[in-house]
């Protein structure tokens, strides 16, 4: 047996409402001996006791207004371990109006899991979630076609989603790997085979997720540090925050953007332990020589001496927008990306698209429109630091802010 790392692998479940994602998580809990059996049958009992059925959802579906309501609210991250590797599942909610919070947990994620129920098929939720698979860069999920016990498990009840999601995926330019065929609430197909689909040879759901290749980390590209925050610790300044790309060490001479200053590396802490180099993906705290008072909260620290990203005023990037009332061109809204902040305005919706239909509306557009997703160039009122979404994931993320409440979630595309 292949023994597990502790690293989570991040991987965000989405589909439409009522296809099963938290039935299927907690079958995946379950099935993988991460739920004690105490637990279980505690929930048994508590199912028993309201008179109700067993329901695998009720194991991740915790919140009371979320079994009231029969769906899931918010994301949420929930931690299994198959035999090679550990899991962080983001479960993300289903609803068109929680689409918000779906582009915040697929942003996290380094692999996706699509749900298709097996009776209803490809809906418009399925069409605008695959989407935004793909415009947030996750461009070769897992399908599965859950509740296969619906339609007693017929081969061609499957295959006929297999065609229809496949000419969704060939219009987004995703991977289309064969969907695989499940039925969450009896296990089948889930984490072993099931003799009631032989007709299906490929993999359970399971192998699928230990087959999905973790994204390289940018331990060797040039160092990106977004500044969180600046501590006074004793009599000195300590520059916190996570490495987004490279690695940083004791003596490295610094480079901060969007200004010209420098500093040099003096000391480094992590939680109160000393350290003397960090890389992408760690949280470090850091003291330097120069002007510490010259480096503030949203600014990029870099190597002096290796590229980096020009600031800029002008963003283009691609997003979607997610208020009720339209984006209009020229309207005043907050920029966000990494720790930077700007007021900034949409000068130019270059084209709009609907996310369900996949069809394009409008070049040159006066606005966008719940949902849709746009090209866009974006105006900021001071410099930012942003690099290409396949670059840099974390400077080529961004939201959008009307008086303070996120409208829209993109990708800068240059």
């Known amino acids: 047996m292949t023994t597990t790392t502790g690293e989570f692998f991040k991987v965000v479940i989405v589909g439409h409402v009522d296809h099963g994602k938290s039935t299927l998580i907690g079958r995946l809990l379950s099935d993988t001996g991460t739920i004690p059996p105490d637990k279980l049958e505690t929930i048994r009992q508590a199912c028993a006791d309201a008179g109700q059925p067993f329901e695998y959802a009720y194991i991740t579906d915790q919140i009371r207004e979320e079994r009231l309501q029969g769906i899931t609210l918010d994301t949420t991250q929930i931690f299994f371990r198959s035999a090679r590797r550990d899991y962080a599942i983001i479960d993300a909610p289903g609803h068109r109006e929680f689409l918000k919070h779906m582009i915040t947990g697929a942003s996290q994620a380094e692999g996706a899991m699509l749900v298709i129920d097996a009776l209803e098929g490809v809906r418009e939720q399925t069409r605008r979630h695959a989407c935004l698979l793909a415009f947030l860069g996750l461009r070769a999920p897992v399908v599965v076609v859950n509740k296969m016990d619906l339609v007693d498990f017929r081969e061609d009840a499957y295959t006929a989603i297999d065609r229809e999601i496949a000419d969704v995926f060939r219009a987004l330019e995703l991977a289309a790997a064969p969907p695989i065929p499940i039925a969450a609430a009896t296990g089948e197909n889930v984490a072993a085979p099931s003799d009631r689909l032989r007709w299906y040879a490929g993999p359970t759901l399971l192998d699928a997720l230990d087959r999905l290749p973790k994204p390289a980390p940018l331990t060797d590209a040039p160092l990106r540090l977004p500044v969180q925050d600046v501590y006074r610790v004793g009599g000195a300044r300590m520059i916190v925050g996570q ?18 200053g420098e500093v040099t590396v003096a000391g480094m802490h992590e939680f109160g332990r000393e350290r003397h180099a960090a890389e992408c993906g760690e949280n470090v705290g850091l003291t330097v020589d120069g002007d510490p008072d010259a480096v503030r909260r949203g600014q990029v620290l870099v190597a002096r001496d290796a590229p980096a990203p020009a600031a800029t005023r002008e963003v283009r990037g691609a997003l979607c927008w997610l208020a009720g009332a339209p984006l209009e061109r020229g309207e005043p809204l907050t920029f966000r990306c990494a720790t930077q902040e700007a007021p900034c305005r949409v000068t130019h919706i270059r084209q709009r698209m609907d996310s369900a239909s996949l069809l394009f509306c409008e070049a040159d557009a006066p606005r ?7 090209q866009v160039v974006i105006a900021t009122e001071r410099p930012v630091i942003v690099e290409s979404f396949a670059r840099t994931p974390a400077l080529g993320r961004f939201v959008l802010e009307r008086q303070g409440a996120i409208v829209a979630g993109g990708v800068v595309l240059c």
Not at 243 to 260: H, I, W
Not at 368 to 374: D, P, R
């Open 243 to 260: 490495l987004a790309a490279g690695r940083v060490a004791d003596g490295d001479r610094l480079r901060l953007l969007p200004d010209a």
């Open 368 to 374: 966008l429109y719940e949902t849709e997703i746009g």
